[in-house]
């Protein structure tokens, strides 16, 4: 019994030495003597460490060591996960703590300098100084970090701080920090949740570029201007907050919105809704708002809106279903397709909408930019002669679109008409002459469209399409073919665009005198197909 117990005593002592040895804190009262704190022995076996005093340049060549780190390729022994500085000083010295390239980093007071802990492995927890002012480039970078608190007597976040701490989940930037550098916290892979307090006024584009986590930005009442560009590529992202009290901003539902909220700015793209309706009282939607939602399927405008800004609903994914009030003066909606009221600019059909031919109205003479891009069920698009415009995208990677009818009157195509549109075999240019100047020499530069679509166009008049750089670049030396061919339309071909259209539907209802109406009314109303002919229809 007696050997038994003192097996366990022995074992027990042996816990609390490993204990003792893997927790240290530790007091250095003159910066650069650290390593007279922490022998060889144990810099390897200390996994917590809490620091009082003052820290140099020559103190972080250790702190790294023990942190995992020696430079860029040179891993180590080190085990330090947990670093509580909240208590140390940071001082300025000429020894060098990293070096990169002919480059080499020194400490200076109250900054954590860049490149100070990066690549540090182990690092997974840390309390910066009180008394910091500032984080420079990459400081933190690439490192195991879950956990941080930035001082409030920070100002300035350098460039790329955060870059690779994929085990971040939630970063709170205090209202001092005027200043976040380029990417601060770009690819942080498992980032959900940033809080950016009021002394933020504006962010580069990238700063949370490849954060596909990123469920939640809130940001202070000091921020002026969101870009629609920052959240390209955020899969995830489900609310957007802004501060109350804002003189710049407001959200409402996680929506972002302009600060009277008459500006509806984003619709996050992984919002878990199905449905939205935008507020009554929103008079416009800015371009890109609603572009590459998830789960949206339908969208309801209300009387107020009078501004849709091309491509505003553009790529949203699942949207099948568009309905405008009645009451709107701007803006209709036929079939969920999306129209200025008096039908003369088709505004957007739907990504998701299954339409497999569409034709436009008789009425219809611009098709927006973006107007149907990324829809992948239409197969055929006929423009007819009263046409004249079609936006940049506006075609943008339909991939299911094989054949494209162009009116005789189209006096503009904007860049990049149909990229992306990779399925398309024949495009009808109706027109006797479509010259540069009214078609963007990008309209049309896909590499699917110029190894197997045919350009038709009247007889004739191959030789002067040919002439055209949107249709054959040969300038400076260089030879480049935006078809596979171009051929004369045979006279069987020639009456595709012009006779196979839908059945004629009613568009638009009028009174006996003129007057257009939201419904029909009880007596004699006239009715406006779409084929541009007018019926009466009497409603008893």
């Known amino acids: 019994m007696k050997k038994l117990y003192l097996l366990l005593v022995a074992a027990l002592l042996t816990t609390l030495g490993i204990n003792a040895q893997s927790e240290r804190n530790v007091n250095v009262p003159t910066a650069g003597t650290l390593e007279n704190y922490i022998s060889e022995n144990d810099k390897y ?16 060549v250790l702190l790294r060591d ?61 309390a910066l100084p009180a008394d910091l002012k500032e984080i420079e480039t990459m400081a933190l970078s690439s490192t195991s970090l879950r956990e941080i608190e930035i001082p409030q007597t920070v100002t300035t976040i350098g460039d790329g701080v955060f870059v690779g701490c994929n085990d971040m989940r939630k970063i709170v930037v205090p209202n001092t920090v005027k200043t976040l550098g380029t990417g601060t916290f770009q ?16 962010l580069e584009a990238s700063t949370f570029m490849g954060d596909t986590r990123l469920k939640s930005i809130s940001v202070g009442t000091g921020m002026m201007s969101l870009d629609i560009i920052l959240f390209n590529g955020l899969t995830a992202l489900e609310n957007v907050h802004v501060a109350e009290g804002s003189p710049y901003l407001a959200s409402a539902d996680g929506v972002l919105f302009s600060s009277d909220k008459t500006e509806l700015l984003y619709y996050p793209c992984n919002k878990p809704a199905d449905t939205y309706a935008i507020p009554d009282g929103v008079k416009k939607v800015k371009t890109s708002a609603f572009s590459g939602t998830t789960n ?17 609903f553009g790529s949203a994914m699942a949207l099948t279903n568009i309905a405008v009030d009645k009451e709107n003066t701007k803006y209709t909606a036929t079939d969920n397709i999306l129209y200025t009221k008096d039908l003369s600019t088709l505004v957007c059909i739907p990504t998701a ?128 073919k935006f078809f596979a061919d171009i051929r004369e339309m045979s006279d069987e071909a020639a009456g595709i665009g012009k006779t196979e259209t839908h059945a004629a539907r009613p568009v638009s209802v009028y009174s006996v005198d003129g007057r257009r109406l939201n419904a029909r009314q009880k007596g004699l109303n006239l009715v406006r197909m779409s084929d541009g002919s007018v019926r009466k229809l009497m409603v008893r």
């Open 187 to 202: 690819r942080m892979e498992g980032l959900e949740e940033i809080v950016l307090g009021n002394g933020i006024t504006g």
């Open 296 to 312: 949206l399927t339908a969208i309801s405008i209300p009387r107020t809106v009078t501004a849709i800004e091309g491509g505003a």
């Open 353 to 480: 909408l299954k339409l497999e031919d569409y034709t436009t109205p008789a009425e219809v003479e611009t098709i927006e930019e973006l107007a149907i891009a990324g829809n992948a069920f239409v197969r055929k698009i006929c423009l007819t002669d009263n046409v004249k415009n079609i936006g940049t995208y506006a075609f943008g990677f339909c991939t299911g679109l094989e054949k494209l009818l162009l009116g005789k009157n189209i006096s503009s195509i904007g860049e990049g008409a149909c990229a992306g549109a990779s399925g398309l075999t024949e495009v009808y240019c109706y027109a006797d002459e479509l010259g540069d100047e009214s078609v963007n020499m990008l309209a049309f530069a896909d590499e699917n469209i110029m190894e197997k679509c045919i350009l038709y166009v009247p007889k004739g008049r191959v030789d002067f399409y040919d002439s055209q750089l949107w249709v054959h670049y040969k300038e400076d030396g260089e030879d480049m």
């Open 66 to 126: 023990m942190a995992g780190a020696k430079d860029i390729n040179t891993p180590t022994g080190g085990k330090l996960s947990e670093l509580d500085l909240s208590g140390a000083h940071i001082v300025a010295s000429d020894d060098a703590y990293y070096a990169y390239g002919s480059q080499s980093f020194t400490s200076k007071d109250n900054i954590l300098g860049s490149y100070m802990f990066v690549y540090c492995g182990r690092l997974a927890k840390l």
């Open 45 to 60: 076996s200390i996994t917590k460490l809490a620091i009082t005093g003052n820290l140099n340049g020559k103190d972080m």
